[in-house]
């Protein structure tokens, strides 16, 4: 007998975010995390992505909207020390909503805390052992050591994660020798800021709006608020800094100095932080009855991808690690979350690896080469293809084999839709976590054909304009798992269906589950 079914360890963004989607999934997990309280250094400064749709597919998003503490951002994203401006699509493919991290954990907090998760704070976990049952998990708290078991164990631990280390699972990469600042700070009387967002500083003249770049590294200013500058600077340096070390205003004015030599005045601050970039992602995201997810998984060279992508770990992994809880799970449904979030890391690692190749060349060559990819984006295509990538909603898990309709794999469309209770959308359908067999064409036989796993998966009939199929179904994370092609015969639609029920959801059964 085990203490909890679920051990997550980390209290941070992803760790929280799958505690919450476990407890929609019927497990109630044990959160244990290492600081006493929430960490008042805002290292991420909100949400942005594919996360920001996800939440809304919960049903969720405005409660992250009130938490927000500025206006949603105009659409315009640093891009390899460049800015790419969406601002000219009616619907760009990337959004973001200002959130600092103490903030988004203590909404996650409540959020997860609400539906059930044992959340414990101050408990270092020191050691991690498992065998074919159980994970054993030593922790040390402020009441001395402790020894909690579970069926399963999630690392949600971060960059330098024990767990990981524990378990001997690898994080090969690359760390880049470079050292980022970012801050955000009130406009001082000194400095005005120009319409086209350049700045005009009393004794030392005007400022470019975004990226600068001298001998001595990179400098960058924006700002989302009237009354308050963004700024960014990138050295290389050799120095290893404790992450639990702040970084001060003066610590940020020398770095100013040291890149664009001159003394810039700097208002109060809201926001300090730094972090050095790397490329890197574990070989495996388990280990037996090991998991990890978010840095623990996988760091990334940009900023403003890595949160997002931790959450959306914790999407995928929740519903799959409560099946195998719940014991319905078919065989292999918990390696998919590798064989899907390591396919969505490399997408993550290859346009922000390219950044880095952006951002670090001063040569004429480099020069030349962020030319033409601004020139590039000037095209509404490649605009919206980089924005996709960007946000992480260009993902598809493509099913095995052969012959699968264009939308298997994707992430489902927000079709609206006519049902006997009036207006819906496929993200209203989505509030409650569970799968959806969603009839769009009146097909009995479908629906018949999924009535064996109507515990499980909830069916669902409508019409669409235009339906880009008769029949979707669409697993919890959102993500199509089959659907039926326009008039496609029974024939083969119900067999196809059947396979995809079985695959995805288990042995059908006729019993009342979670």
Request: hydrophobic share 40%.
């Amino acid at each position: 007998m085990t203490d909890t079914d679920v051990i997550i360890v980390g209290a941070g963004p992803t760790g929280l975010m799958l505690a919450g989607e476990l407890c929609k999934a019927g497990v109630r997990p044990l959160v244990v995390e290492r600081q006493p309280q929430i960490r008042e250094i805002p290292k991420a400064g909100g949400l942005g992505g594919q996360i920001l749709e996800l939440l809304r597919y919960r049903g969720e998003l405005e409660r992250f909207e009130a938490a927000s503490t500025a206006p949603r951002p105009a659409p315009r994203f640093p891009f390899g020390g460049m800015h790419v401006d969406f601002t000219r699509l009616a619907d760009p493919p990337m959004q973001a909503l200002p959130l600092p991290q103490p903030q988004l954990e203590r909404v996650l907090g409540d959020y997860a805390g609400e539906l059930g998760a044992d959340i414990r704070r101050g408990l270092k976990v020191v050691g991690v052992s498992q065998d074919d049952a159980t994970v054993t998990v030593e922790v040390r708290g402020p009441h001395g050591p402790d020894r909690l078991t579970a069926r399963y164990l999630v690392g949600c631990d971060g960059s330098h994660s024990p767990v990981r280390g524990m378990a001997g699972i690898p994080f090969p990469g690359t760390t880049y020798p470079e050292v980022q600042r970012l801050a955000a700070v009130t406009v001082p009387e000194s400095v005005t800021v120009l319409e086209n967002g350049d700045l005009d500083v009393a004794g030392v003249g005007r400022i470019s709006f975004g990226f600068t770049r001298t001998e001595r590294g990179e400098f960058a200013v924006g700002s989302t608020d009237p009354g308050v500058l963004v700024l960014f600077t990138s050295e290389d340096e050799s120095a290893d800094y404790d992450d639990d070390e702040p970084m001060t205003l003066a610590e940020l004015r020398h770095s100013i100095r040291r890149v664009l030599g001159v003394e810039l005045p700097l208002g109060k601050p809201t926001r300090l932080t730094r972090f050095t970039f790397h490329a890197r992602q574990v070989e495996r995201y388990r280990d037996g009855r090991i998991l990890l997810a978010g840095d623990a998984a996988h760091l990334f060279p940009a900023p403003g991808v890595g949160l997002g992508a931790g959450m959306l770990d914790a999407v995928n992994l929740g519903w799959k690690l409560a099946a195998a809880v719940h014991g319905w799970a078919p065989a292999g449904l918990l390696d998919t979350y590798q064989d899907e979030r390591h396919l969505a890391g490399k997408r993550t690692l290859l346009h922000t690896r390219a950044q880095v190749a952006l951002r670090r060349g001063h040569d004429l060559a480099a020069v030349a080469l962020r030319e033409l990819f601004q020139e590039l984006l000037a095209d509404e295509q490649p605009l919206r293809r980089i924005g996709a990538l960007m946000a992480g909603s260009d993902v598809r898990y493509t099913p095995p084999g052969p012959g699968h309709h264009a939308l298997a794999g994707v992430f489902a469309p927000d079709l609206t839709l006519q049902t006997g209770n009036g207006t819906a959308s496929v993200a209203d359908l989505m509030h409650a976590a569970r799968p959806v067999l969603l009839d769009l064409a009146g097909r009995a036989d479908l629906r018949e054909a999924g009535r064996a796993w109507r515990h499980r998966v909830d069916i669902q009939t409508g019409t669409t304009i235009d339906r880009p199929a008769d029949a979707l179904l669409i697993r919890p994370d959102a993500h199509i798992a089959w659907a039926a092609a326009v008039d496609e015969p029974a024939a083969t639609a119900v067999p196809a269906l059947t396979e995809a029920l079985s695959g995805w959801f288990g042995i059908p059964s006729d019993v009342e589950e979670m």
